[in-house]
């Protein structure tokens, strides 16, 4: 690439509603441009990186055998209703009307059309596992959209989706790709760190996100440098604040006939009781109208006939008013199971599965089935904690037992999730066993936020001059710098021959033949954050050398010429 052909606008200041270094700086390398709130257009400066973290997401994604198609951005409101997440999205998901009145989602992620094309195209075992994925345009009409990139309203995810016959083969699709997320950040060459979400922090094992370490990051994480313990503390922290309950704090006990209810409520939700504690949301539709929401803890410990069933602390005398309230404070993305009792409709909303559980709720409510948890304020019982992260500080000790704990910021750019049969039982997509028997599909889902991986890259990594971006990652690896290029024939030679040479060998290289003074000239490369710089003069050609700088380094070192693209490889 030549400069002069090439669209380069930088700016000395930032514009000033940009707050946080990563969005200053991209704006000042040109990278990208606001159009609206949360709305960018990626500059082609920006659009380098932006193909750069694709292609190794896609590399790793085909690797570890998913299947890349493309889904639309617009989505029959139809589908969404099937699983019940158009009611249950609340204002995130954008909605539009065609001329014909007919209603559609702007796409915040993709579970329902996948799993429309899959039950139509899956009839047996045999076409299982499947993963499919795509990089596609989302749309979530944030409350707070903020810091350009890492929290748009519009922005790129890739978003993967697998298939399995049984809960097994699921576990083994999340594995695979769990590895492949941490193959995809380290190739970035980020510092990162998967932790345990939702109710990671006393023992789930549903759901990882991925988070940049980052000290201006959204999430504070918490784990332990000798165990495997890390999880993101962000439910309980946020109780401190006042502005969302723990997602799980406190279990409570209760009498025994519940149990038995919980068995069928465990038996609905396909959840292994012996190792699961899983937080459900009630959402309750009552008789004259309206609804209320409760939020419930289901554990089971060794034996089925001590599960226990509680509250979250804090939550008891919360009710909200809106179905997207309660999507709010827990982060949800439900999916939905049909119905099972015949009493009063109930929607479960659990992390993100939804499931009827008339009967479960209103026999809780019933004088044999007295429920902690589903009768507010009447059972005041003494919590027990289970894992409180809330007012942990470093050193305190892991909750495994295994060392003290350390916590760090981070900022979350994927999150890989165990979807179970929410989704496949709302919409009926089953397959054929062995024994040609109907079954619901088994199903993961597994996002990377494309965009918001320059924004969180960029907090990682720069300094009072710009951005420094890991050369993974760079939109330019090699920029090349010659002092004098129409003045020179000798530079000029040099510098076409030295281009010449690091396209052969691969090098994303960009030849600045703007004609700009030095200084100018070094600024701006500083600023855009492009890993090594090749200054070509004729001074130093003269004794056979070139002068090379990386871009963390403090000064230029003479290299010659014929090593110089040796130097940068
Ligand atoms: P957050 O907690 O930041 O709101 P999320 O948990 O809602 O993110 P997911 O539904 O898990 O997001 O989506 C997968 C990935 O998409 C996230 O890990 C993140 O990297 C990215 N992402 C989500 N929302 C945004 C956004 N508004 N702008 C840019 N990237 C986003
Ligand atoms: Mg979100
Ligand atoms: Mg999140
Ligand atoms: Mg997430």
Redesign the pocket.
């Given at each position: 690439m030549r400069a002069s052909r090439f669209f380069i606008s930088t700016l000395k200041e930032a514009p000033s509603d940009a707050e946080i270094v990563s969005h200053q700086l991209m704006m000042r390398a040109g990278m990208i441009k606001r159009l609206g709130s949360g709305i960018y257009t990626y500059m082609p400066m920006g659009l380098k990186v932006i193909r750069k973290v694709e292609a190794i997401v896609r590399e790793e994604m085909n690797n570890a055998a998913a299947i890349e198609l493309l889904m639309p951005l617009v989505q029959p409101a139809e589908l969404w209703q099937e699983t019940g997440r158009w009611d249950k999205m609340g204002p995130e998901l954008m909605r539009v009307k065609d001329r014909h009145g007919r209603e559609f989602a702007i796409q915040p992620?993709s579970e329902e059309v996948i799993t429309d094309v899959v039950r139509s195209e899956i009839k047996s075992y045999k076409q299982l596992p499947l993963n499919f994925y795509h990089i596609q345009t989302k749309f979530?009409d944030?409350r707070r959209p903020r810091f350009g990139?890492?929290?748009?309203?519009e922005?790129t995810?890739k978003d993967a989706y697998s298939f399995d016959r049984d809960l097994a083969g699921m576990q083994q699709s999340y594995k695979v790709m769990f590895d492949a997320y941490t193959r995809i950040f380290t190739r970035f060459g980020l510092k990162f760190r998967a932790v345990a979400a939702d109710n990671g922090a006393i023992g789930g094992t549903g759901s990882h996100?991925f988070h940049v370490i980052a000290s201006t990051g959204e999430d504070a994480l918490v784990y332990c440098p000798d165990s495997d313990f890390a999880a993101n503390m962000e439910a309980a922290e946020a109780v401190a604040t006042g502005e969302r309950p723990a997602a799980s704090a406190a279990l409570v006990k209760t009498s025994t006939p519940k149990a038995q209810k919980c068995e069928d409520v465990a038996a609905l939700l396909k959840i292994d009781l012996k190792q699961t504690l899983k937080t459900l949301a009630l959402t309750v539709e009552k008789d004259g109208g309206g609804k209320e929401y409760f939020m419930l803890l289901l554990r089971g410990d060794h034996e089925l006939n001590e599960i226990k069933v509680g509250k979250v602390a804090g939550l008891a005398n919360h009710r909200f008013s809106t179905e997207a309230e309660i999507l709010e404070v827990y982060?949800c993305?439900p999916g939905y199971l049909g119905p099972i009792g015949t009493k009063a409709p109930v929607t479960v909303v659990a992390d993100r599965t939804v499931a009827l559980m008339a009967d479960f709720v209103t026999g809780a409510n019933e004088a044999d089935y007295h429920y902690t948890g589903a009768n507010w304020g009447r059972d005041v019982a003494e919590p027990a904690i289970v894992a409180d992260l809330r007012n942990v500080v470093e050193g305190d000790p892991s909750p495994d037992g295994k060392g003290v704990l350390a916590i760090e910021r981070g900022i979350?750019?994927?999150?890989v999730f165990q979807l179970g049969t929410a989704y496949s039982e709302a919409m009926k997509a089953t397959f054929l066993d062995e024994n040609g028997k109907a079954a619901p599909l088994q199903m993961g889902c597994y996002?990377?936020?494309v965009?918001?991986i320059l924004g969180a890259a960029i907090e990682q990594n720069f300094d009072d001059k710009g951005i420094i971006w890991p050369a993974s990652l760079a939109p330019f690896e090699l920029v090349l710098c010659p002092m004098g290029y129409d003045r020179s024939e000798l530079v000029k030679e040099a510098t076409d021959k030295l281009y010449a040479e690091a396209q052969a060998a691969g090098v994303d290289v960009i030849v600045d033949d703007r004609g700009l003074r030095p200084g100018a000239m070094f600024a701006d490369w500083e600023l855009i954050g492009v890993p090594h710089r090749v200054v070509i003069g004729e001074r130093g050609l003269k004794e056979g050398n070139l002068e090379y700088q990386g871009r963390r380094d403090t000064e230029a070192t003479a290299v010659p010429v014929a090593d110089t693209i040796n130097f940068v490889k």
């Open positions: 992620t979530r944030e990139l890492m929290r748009g309203r922005f995810m996100e982060g993305v979350e750019v994927g999150h996002g990377i936020g965009t918001r």
